[in-house]
């Protein structure tokens, strides 16, 4: 047999063995796009969009990571009380405003796979807190809902929430 065939028959051989269990279930997802990205490309999150531009978040969720997001949607931003986000949005909170999307990453990638059925606390955030996340029955992280999870990005991992978390501090 010829090298070069020798050569074809290895890589054959390599590509399902290395491949396989990336795609195990179908949840192998590719993409180029950072959290910002796809955050951005989504117009559900254009006010968690301007929030970051707001907190100068974005070159940080750009960043190598991983990161897990708990992204908020538009409507969970609405469901604040009245005057909550364009008070947040003013340049004099900048902080509190930092602390309130620092608290919905968690400087890992943690997949919905790996929560299922369970009951824990996460990994700090990147405000420092922590997140009480219930993954028994759907995934519930201090009182949001996970309602679309595992949006993948090249620097992490988003899961979509219906409420904005709140720092206790």
């Given at each position: 047999?010829s090298?070069?065939?020798?050569?074809?028959?290895?890589?054959?051989?390599?590509?399902?063995?290395?491949t396989?269990?990336?795609?195990?279930?179908g949840?192998y997802?590719?993409?180029?796009?950072?959290?910002?990205?796809?955050?951005?490309?989504?117009?559900?999150?254009?006010?968690?969009v301007?929030?970051?531009?707001?907190?100068?978040?974005?070159?940080?969720?750009?960043?190598?990571?991983?990161f897990?997001?708990?992204?908020?949607?538009?409507?969970?931003f609405?469901?604040?009380?009245?005057?909550?986000?364009?008070?947040?949005?003013?340049?004099?909170?900048?902080?509190k405003?930092?602390?309130?999307?620092?608290?919905?990453?968690?400087?890992?990638k943690?997949?919905?796979?790996?929560?299922?059925?369970?009951?824990?606390?996460?990994?700090?955030?990147?405000?420092?807190?922590?997140?009480?996340?219930?993954?028994?029955?759907?995934?519930?992280?201090?009182?949001?809902?996970?309602?679309?999870?595992?949006?993948?990005?090249?620097?992490?991992?988003?899961h979509?929430?219906?409420?904005?978390?709140?720092p206790?501090n």
């Amino acid at each position: 047999m010829s090298f070069f065939r020798k050569a074809m028959v290895a890589i054959a051989l390599v590509i399902p063995a290395v491949t396989a269990p990336a795609i195990a279930g179908g949840m192998y997802k590719k993409t180029s796009n950072t959290i910002v990205d796809v955050a951005a490309s989504n117009p559900d999150f254009s006010t968690l969009v301007t929030a970051l531009k707001a907190a100068d978040l974005v070159d940080a969720l750009k960043g190598a990571g991983p990161f897990t997001v708990f992204a908020p949607t538009n409507a969970a931003f609405a469901a604040l009380p009245a005057g909550t986000v364009e008070n947040l949005l003013k340049p004099e909170n900048k902080a509190k405003l930092q602390a309130v999307l620092t608290y919905h990453v968690i400087p890992a990638k943690i997949e919905s796979s790996a929560l299922a059925g369970k009951k824990l606390t996460s990994p700090a955030t990147l405000q420092g807190g922590t997140l009480a996340i219930d993954a028994t029955k759907g995934v519930n992280v201090a009182g949001a809902n996970v309602v679309s999870a595992d949006v993948a990005a090249s620097n992490g991992v988003i899961h979509v929430i219906d409420k904005v978390l709140l720092p206790a501090n």
